[in-house]
């Protein structure tokens, strides 16, 4: 998949992400903004592991670690872990005290779904052999 294939990808995901949660907000029988809290969770989400060096290129979990995880990077992969999970635990919770109905529910979590398709083909990379024919040179 070459560069412009995945800033497509991610963005047709993106832009699919916001209008489901856009349509849980207002195309459902209790109308109201509170699906958009996820959003907010979901925005806040790789701040912390850009705060304690977590890049895209950083494989933490392999066999071969040249170093340990220290405390500063652990906190930040749990503090990250907390607000990815937050997103769709917050849709739940809304739903369960019934501010929210089933449809805003599954609307909430399918952008969600789209939000994280979207951060994966961003981060997915590939050889470069297998783009060397695709027409684009950048």
């Known amino acids: 998949m070459s560069d412009l294939r995945q800033l497509i990808i991610s963005a047709f995901c993106l832009v699919m992400g916001f209008l489901f949660l856009i349509l849980g907000c207002t195309a459902v029988k209790k109308r109201n903004a509170w699906p958009l809290m996820s959003l907010v969770l979901y925005c ?3 701040i912390p592991f850009v705060l304690c060096g977590r890049g895209a290129g950083s494989d933490e979990f392999g066999g071969d670690d040249d170093e340990p995880l220290d405390a500063f ?5 749990f503090i990250g872990g907390v607000l990815l999970m937050s997103g769709p635990g917050l849709a739940l919770v809304l739903y369960h005290t019934s501010v929210i109905c089933g449809s805003a ?6 952008s969600g779904v789209c939000f994280l398709g979207a951060t ?7 050889t470069h052999e ?3 024919d695709d027409g684009y040179n950048f």
């Open 44 to 46: 806040f989400t790789p």
């Open 73 to 77: 990077k652990t906190i930040g992969l």
């Open 105 to 110: 529910l599954l609307l909430t979590l399918l």
């Open 120 to 126: 994966v083909s961003l981060t997915v990379t590939t």
């Open 130 to 132: 297998e783009d060397a």
